[in-house]
């Protein structure tokens, strides 16, 4: 099993930015393709971002591109997305999950392990 813990959830305001990390741990981190998802309240788990084992290839959400910014260090297990220009309207919990049997994934039903989520709130 992998266990995977979000950190760097908090409150900012519009404009500003943040740093999510997930931090890995239990099984070869590079076996796994990682991706970022977030549920706002009263909506549906959105795709954020995702990127592949060896990092060179990530997607990322419609709502996102161009904000944000996932990247990957194999040597410390940990995954991290920038988030900048940040908007009222990407207040959610966030969540990061791994899997291993595809190669880079936007549907959250492909991810075997998930986080338990870090707040992230963004005041007008």
């Known amino acids: 099993q992998v266990q995977l813990v979000e950190s760097g959830g908090g409150l900012v305001q519009a404009g500003g930015s943040l740093t999510l990390s997930c931090a890995a741990s239990g099984r070869t981190f590079s076996n796994y393709a990682m991706g970022w998802f977030r549920q706002a309240p009263g909506k549906e788990r959105e795709f954020v971002a995702a990127?592949?084992?060896?990092?060179?290839?990530?997607i990322y959400g419609d709502s996102v591109k161009g904000r944000f910014t996932l990247s990957r260090d194999n040597a410390k297990n940990t995954v991290y997305l920038l988030m900048n220009s940040l908007k009222p309207e990407d207040t959610a919990v966030y969540y990061c999950?791994?899997?291993?049997?595809?190669?880079?994934?936007?549907?959250?039903?492909?991810?075997?392990?998930w986080g338990q989520g870090t707040q992230v709130t963004v005041s007008p």
């Open positions: 999950a791994a899997g291993e049997r595809m190669t880079v994934s936007r549907y959250d039903y492909e991810y075997d392990y």
């Open positions: 990127i592949t084992r060896s990092g060179l290839i990530r």
